[in-house]
């Protein structure tokens, strides 16, 4: 079963604009990571925020964690052709378990 | 640093063999997961290692789904007598555990598997 939900589900946007996408969950977490899969390819690590941080920050991206709600954010700014992908967030949770639980993925197209 | 790596990288069988796939995780990594993904979803759990034990398996791993981790190193994930619906891409991950609020893990470029 998919823990997390992204949405929306598909994005496209022109070069340089910037490309925010966003993913609920639905039970309490020690950590949320963010991956890029190109298609057919494996899934490439982003950025991973804890449960007791707000935001992180790496290079372009911006990714955001609200608890109360069960959602977090990935920003990516100034958009490039090469950033179209898929991106997935996973959740960790459970005690010492991690098993990380992907979501629906969103599928981001950057227009040149 | 050489990654996770997966052999093979893709794999054409006939309904009703056995498949076998390899993941050499990156070294001294001491969790290894196996997911599955098929087209337009996301990575699905099936199972992790923490060493050479197999601490969890998904309702995903029917009994003809198997995987080893002997002596805490490569992994192995064999699919005895393949159905249709086995045909996906298998990925694998590893991750260092440090403390308590998680681990970032790293994926494999996964193994394809067709069954035809």
């Known amino acids: 079963s998919q823990q997390g939900e992204e949405d929306p589900q598909a994005l496209s946007i022109q070069e340089g604009e910037n490309a925010t996408m966003n993913c609920s969950y639905k039970?309490?977490?020690?950590?949320l990571q963010w991956y890029r899969q190109n298609s057919g390819r494996g899934l490439v690590h982003l950025i991973l925020?804890?449960?007791?941080?707000r935001e992180k920050h790496s290079g372009r991206l911006r990714v955001t964690l609200d608890t109360s709600k069960k959602s977090s954010s990935l920003l990516i700014t100034a958009s490039r052709a090469a950033d179209t992908a898929s991106y997935f967030c996973a959740t960790g949770s459970g005690s010492g378990t991690y098993k990380y639980i992907f979501g629906t993925g969103t599928r981001l197209k950057v227009l040149a | 640093d050489t990654g996770v790596s997966q052999d093979p990288r893709h794999k054409i069988t006939k309904r009703g063999q056995n498949v076998t796939f390899r993941c050499d995780p990156i070294s001294e990594h001491n969790r290894l997961y196996w997911y599955r993904q098929t087209l337009g979803q996301g990575p699905e759990f099936l199972t992790y290692f923490q060493n050479e034990a197999q601490l969890e398996k998904s309702r995903l791993l029917s009994d003809r789904f198997s995987a080893e981790r002997p002596k805490g190193s490569f992994s192995t994930l064999e699919i005895q007598r393949t159905e249709q619906g086995d045909s996906a891409m298998y990925l694998c991950?590893?991750?260092?555990?440090?403390?308590?609020?998680?681990?970032?893990?790293?994926f494999g470029e996964g193994s394809w598997l067709t069954v035809v």
């Open positions: 991950a590893s991750s260092l555990i440090q403390g308590f609020s998680g681990n970032t893990i790293y």
């Open positions: 039970t309490s977490i020690n950590n």
């Open positions: 925020i804890r449960s007791n941080e």
